[in-house]
T-cell receptor, first 116, second 113 residues
């Protein structure tokens, strides 16, 4: 079963507008972490934001916020005031805190294009 | 400070050859991870080191793949008898462990002809 699902292969947004990238996850763990990474065309994975499963409040980092809905098992990324430099692939990932492994499981990604 | 570095950035090899990919983690990071990213996919976990030992190697696809981290810092991913299906970008990441985020290197693009 797919653990991380990103249903939007591509998204388009106008510069300065907000955009939401969807992510749903599947786990039976009570303790887990959710991450979003950005991958520009250069290829490097850039960490954006983290949400722990026990965190009461939604995580925010500058223009990035994570809309965490635990009961629905969703962890959507919201980017406010989009910039041209936000054009990239965006990956949602989960770390399950079981068995001592800290591996990340990634979704297939969403390609975001910001139009001027 | 310096980030995660990987060498080489690109590697082209013939089917059946042996290759080594190197990863230099961020100084002081005890945890090191290898992932493989095929075209159009997210990264897939290969192996995780905590210090010198492999804490989880469940992602290695078969026994042609092996990784070491002898002094708890630099790691080498070794692939024997390469196959065309091994062509991908190999990503290395490091972290200080626990719930902290993983910092990725620029990757090595491996092409097997």
């Amino acid at each position: 079963a797919q653990k991380i699902t990103q249903t939007q292969p591509g998204m388009f947004v106008q510069e300065k507008e907000a955009v939401t990238l969807d992510c749903t996850y599947d786990t039976s763990d009570q303790s887990y972490g959710l991450f979003w990474y950005k991958q520009p065309s250069s290829g490097e994975m850039i960490f954006l934001i983290y949400q722990g499963s026990y965190d009461e409040q939604n995580a925010t980092e500058g223009r990035y916020s994570l809309n965490f809905q635990k009961a629905r098992k969703s962890a959507n990324l919201v980017i406010s005031a989009s910039q041209l430099g936000d054009s990239a692939m965006y990956f949602c990932a989960m770390r399950e805190n079981q068995g001592g492994s800290e591996k990340l499981v990634f979704g297939k990604g969403t390609k975001l294009t910001v139009n001027p | 400070g310096a980030g995660v570095s990987q060498t080489p950035s690109n590697k082209v090899t013939e089917k059946g050859k042996y290759v080594e990919l190197r990863c230099d983690p961020i100084s002081g990071h005890t945890a090191l991870y290898w992932y493989r990213q095929s075209l159009g996919q997210g990264p897939e976990f290969l192996i995780y080191f905590q210090g010198t030992g492999a804490a989880d190697d469940s992602g290695l696809p078969n026994d042609r793949f092996f990784a070491v981290r002898p002094e708890g810092s630099v790691s080498t991913l070794k692939i024997q008898r390469t196959e065309r299906g091994d062509s991908a970008v190999y990503l290395c990441a490091s972290s200080s462990g626990g719930p902290n985020e993983q910092y990725f290197g620029p990757g090595t693009r491996l092409t097997v002809t």
